[in-house]
């Protein structure tokens, strides 16, 4: 069967080939990254049984280089980058639900035209509603701070890694006011305070980009079928 001709032009042609493109890759890399941070789930998980198979005293005794220390410094890491990582492959997939859902609305506009051309009348694109504009840059801003959020916590976990690559009992208990560790671990709540509330907001951007997109979906089918009708109803030459 032969394709139905693209017969937009300008933005809307060149928003058609960029997601007709690239919303399989989206949804391909956030499945990617969601299925591997899993598999770094199950690493950690095994990680802190090991861990806290010994007792208290000696986990808090454990010296810097040990293995005991490794693996909390390895724990506590993971725990900073992982769950913004999460997020950020959760924005690729919806990102890419977003372009699709594009998609489908540019094939819908496309139709109309290709439909009005067959009958022999000039071409009419009706007037794209607000949430047309609306959705793609709620979908660029909902994924552009979730990979704010997934460079923060790679920046966290250095940091976290170097705070807990010290022995719990001679050195994190002891620190003074004013030490860097100290400082790391004000630096390691604090960014955890602000980064996760910062998450959500990047999800809640991208849904609400795509009930948005919905929404466009049932405006364009709505005036699709309004012109269909009018076409029906138009008199014979």
């Known amino acids: ?79 900073a980058w992982l769950p913004p990582l999460k997020f950020f492959g959760m924005g690729l997939l919806f990102a890419g639900i ?34 047309a504009y609306a959705f793609p840059m709620l979908m660029m801003l909902g994924l552009t701070i979730l990979a704010i959020a997934a460079v923060e916590g790679f920046a966290l976990a250095n940091v976290a890694a170097d705070f807990w690559n010290h022995s719990i009992k001679t050195q994190l208990d002891t620190a003074e006011s004013g030490s860097l560790l100290l400082g790391q671990l004000q630096a390691i709540e604090g960014t955890k305070a602000w980064l996760e509330p910062f998450k959500f907001v990047g999800v809640a951007t991208l849904l609400t980009g795509i009930a948005l997109a919905l929404y466009t979906i049932r405006y364009t089918l709505r005036v699709q079928s309004a012109m269909m009708l009018n076409l029906v109803k138009r008199p014979e030459n």
Do not use: C
């Open 1 to 79: 069967m032969k394709d139905t001709p693209f017969l937009l032009t300008g933005l809307d042609a060149a928003m058609y080939k960029m997601v007709r493109l690239m919303w399989g890759p989206f949804v391909m890399m956030g499945l990617l990254i969601v299925f591997y941070a899993l598999l770094v789930g199950f690493s950690n998980s095994a990680d802190t049984a090991q861990y806290l198979s010994s007792s208290k005293i000696v986990r808090e005794s454990a010296e810097s280089g040990s293995l005991l220390v490794n693996l909390k410094v390895s724990i506590e890491s993971v725990k």
């Open 98 to 131: 977003t372009m699709a859902l594009a998609n489908i609305i540019l094939t819908l506009r496309n139709a109309g035209v290709v439909l009005q051309r067959e009958i022999g009348i000039a071409p009419v694109l009706p007037k794209k509603p607000w949430t």
